[in-house]
């Protein structure tokens, strides 16, 4: 396959998936914040005003606050809700992550399926021709549920239509890296979100579990809530974990867990079966670069405790995770599609 | 309400109707098929098939004020017909013109006879901007210089078909030739019926065969043809795309190959791998870096010297645009007679060269009736139609001309003729021209029924090109007229043109008054 | 004379070059006043030359594609010259101007006829031209072309460094030095203005004094036309110019169409007419159609370029 080619269906993949994950984190930041679990009055904490939403941490996680604070000046929902879904000049926007993966598929038509093309250029299209006052005016729900749909379409024809070759490999590979490291990143960044509230108390610490802050809490609970909501794992975890919500069985499920798909194990172990795949095909016979990267973590995922993993701190662990699929996407470059 | 209420020809030859207002033989099932269709109904199929364009994503890039911007190529739904007689003739005297062409091209390139002959003044070939000298002397495979050509046919108010234009380096428009077709055959079933019209999804397969063969000598086993695209900005982007895919090649750019060891490569993710045959849709200027503009990053450095050294074939070849430059043009006719001693069978535009100074000074003086080219752009661009210019841009042209006499042409304003055309709610006349695409093989040349027939949507407008707001038709080739369709009105047509000059043998209801 | 020709060149990069593509017109040509019995082309880092012949001398094409830091070309040849007499067969006494006007002449040599990108008919020339007309000893053509080629070399200094191998004509006559590429494109311009076919001419003259030709052109390497390839690291090789001042190097000349049908040397650098001692390689409308070594590849500015040209007499 040409280098070009195959570069082109990684991305593709990568994209989808990366904005189905911004209209997942969005849709759920927005609407866990419609409903507080504060009574009235408890929500400023100092003189701090309690924002009505708290879109800063949305901001960190697409890692796009500087490009934000360059041409927003406040926070309002129409200026967030444009910024993330359709301000082209935010690369991760949704239209822009969009836009790059239609622009990809248009360079190699004659490579996938014309009804994934199609399905791309025809949602293009539709994005396009909305903007955030008519969004707002609707229900952005349903605005983002019109994107997952999309990339649900698409990845549904991509099942049903490609050939198991190749290409579809690349495909795979850009999507569950992009998942993988997109649900990392909406741990990472939510957990976060829920330390700052008391600043001195540990969030994990028996201590303050009973508090309304602490874990276990009315604020912890929603925002694990809002996590586990933010890649459809809510229901998927109640039928794993009925005890209940607690970090330790979130990070269990959302990390560890090989068996729901938008876990980062899951994710890591199909890009694992997808370059195994790709190398054969090629005619190399010894594990490479991107494949030995890959094992290694795979190995990390399916030999953690979740316990282990927080109590050596969450959010390094996640980090790792993030800067390691970065490493396997050079690696990946380096070896297949440097061109 | 008939969509055809308040149709009128206005003076103007119209390829459906009889200036007496009647369909011609040859498109009456059609017409009466129109006529029976409601305005709603054919409406909500033009929908229907833009809709189509819109979601594949068939379009093209405009430059200039849009840049960037893809555009769907307007469609416009009502076929034009080509009688099989007038087909005949449209076929060999194309098969002709490149026959001649391409022996021009590789005279040019080799002993010069033509030249030394004093045919055709030899600065307008060896000084012309398309004139390679790199590539003198060199042999492309069954010297065979231009595969795929497509020329420009028009039809004068009297009926006679034309020759406006060859184009001889990378003709586009075949694309839409294909998908217009599929998407009639969708939205218009009913129109086909018991009309014998003649496919045309076999280019594809004609083209791969003709492609396999131009294989260099090294090459055992199935050879590696792939098509060259500048890439996704540029305006034909969805044409290669497509060609790719229906000939089943790979699509590349020119970072995707290198040069190594005088053999073309193509970078892959189990390694580089040999390249055999390159449809080329990259204009020679661009091609190679090393030789031709350094500055070009679509191209392949040393990608003409393997060619020169023929590891890998090039369709079409280097150097071709010398023959389809619009002074040499002008001499084509005689570049028939020079190199198969026969007369055309299709004629050329009139046309007055600037370098002459006879005719420069007929220009200058007429600017206001003719339309002036510039002897190397295309698409529309570098162009001036006298009559409906201003004095300003005939002021602004006149410097022009004059500060580089051999950089123009100029030509009477010709009436195209016109044919129906989809405007808001109803049908008017529109002109048309048509591009028929020829494809010159190993051991003959075959050209696809029909061709590309272009519209120019703006009332009023000759300008046909996609780039100007101009649309395209599918066009059908009938495979042969019953005897009732061939009515009183074409014997009385022939009748009217045999008084005509022999050449002119446009528009014969069979092939006894040509052969 | 047996002529045993060395012409070395060596371009250094800063960092690594990659996918170098080069064309050299380094090839002696055979024709009836010298014959090329052997000529190689070896480049290190090693690769294969692929050569071909054009009618206007040989191309040879190389590339590199592994990372590199110096790319070193070696062309070695050995030449037969005959012509020991260049005046042989000049007529000085009869005008030429009939030859001259004839249209079929015009026509047949139309290319060497034409203004060009680097030799324009600039106003100048018809001043030099009237010098050289005072002083020419007769209405013959040769003996324009002599007194012309006398008139060059003593109205123009030949100054390395002031001009570079884009320098068109106009630069050369505002500065009034230049080196024998300008030199050339002078004689070219006024030759073609007054209807004489002239052609540019690289090559090697031979220095029976110190083995080596005179001093003269500065550079190789042509510069792109426009500025390096789409994307940032892609360059092609900049300045060549400076860099080569007293190296030995190649020459050029002009040869003019007379009369009697024969191509004739003329040498405006060195006021002399081609003999014995001059080696043709490559025929062009100008330097631009000639350039003895031309590439692209990817990577930074060459640092340094040596050229060393040797001509020696084998006896």
Redesign the interface.
Known sequence: MLCRDADSCYWIGRYVERAEATARMVDVHYHAALESPLPPGQGSIGEEEFQPIRWQSLLAISGNADNYYERYTSETDHDVLNFFSFDLDNPNSILSTWKSARDNARSIREQIASEMWEALNISYINLKSLDAERVLAGSPHEFFQTVKNASHLFQGILNRTMLMGEARDWLDTGRFLERSCQTARILDVKYHDLLPIEADSDPLSERVGASVYGVGGAVDTHGWIAVLKSVSALEMYRKTHRDGIYPANVVDFLVLCQEFPASVSHGISRVEGCLKRIRSKAGIQAKNEPERLIGRLLADLTYSRPGEIISDGLHEFLEDVQARCAIVGSAIWETYLGY | MSLFESYATDGFYDEMFEPSGLPRPHYRKLYQRLVSMSKEDFRRRCQLADLTL????ITFAVYGNDAGVEKPFPFDLIPRIIPSAEWDLIERGLKQRLTALNLFLHDVYHDQKIL?D?VI???LV??AVNYR??F??ANPPHGIYVHICGSDLIRNADGQLLVLEDNLRTPSGVSYVLENRIILTRVLPQLFRDLAVRPVEHYSTQLLRNLMDLAPEHCNGEPNVVLLTP??YNSA?FEH??L??QLGI????G??L?????FVY??????PQRVDVIYRRVDDDFLD???F?????LGV??LI?VY??GNVSLANSIGTGVADDKVIYAYVPRIIEYYLGEKPILSNVETYLAWQPKDLSYILDNLDKLVVKAANESGGYGMLIGPQATAAERADFANRIKSNPRNYIAQPLISLSRSPALVEDRFEGRHIDLRPYVLYGKDDITIVPGGLTRVALRKGSYVVNSSQGGGSKDTWVLAGETPEALGGEMRQTQRSHTETAPQDAENLPDNGGAH | MRLRITHNTIYRYPSTAIESHNEARLIPITDEHQTCLDHRITVNPTCGVYSYALPTGGVSYFNVREPHYYLNILSESLVITYRSNPFEGFQFIEPDEEFYADDSVRQHFCEYLAETKLVPFHSDIDRIAAVADRNRTGPGAAAFLISLTRTLHRAFEFRPGVTSVHSTISHVLEQGSGVCQDFSHLMLAICRRRGIPARYISGYLYNSVDHSVSPSVPSFRTPPEGEAIAGNEDRFDGEAGAALLGADVMHAWVECLLPDGSWRGFDPTNNLVANHHFVKVHIGRDYSDVVPLRGVYKGPTAESMQINVKVIEEL
């Open positions: 819109v979601n594949q994503g030394n004093r003044p030899r600065d060896v000084d000298r790199e003198i002397g890439g996704v982007y795309s497509f790719a895919q790979q699509l590349v750019e970072r995707d290198f040069v190594d060891e005088n193509m970078k892959t993710t189990s390694g870096p090393l030789v503009r350094a500055d070009s990053a450095p040393g010297n020169r050294a």
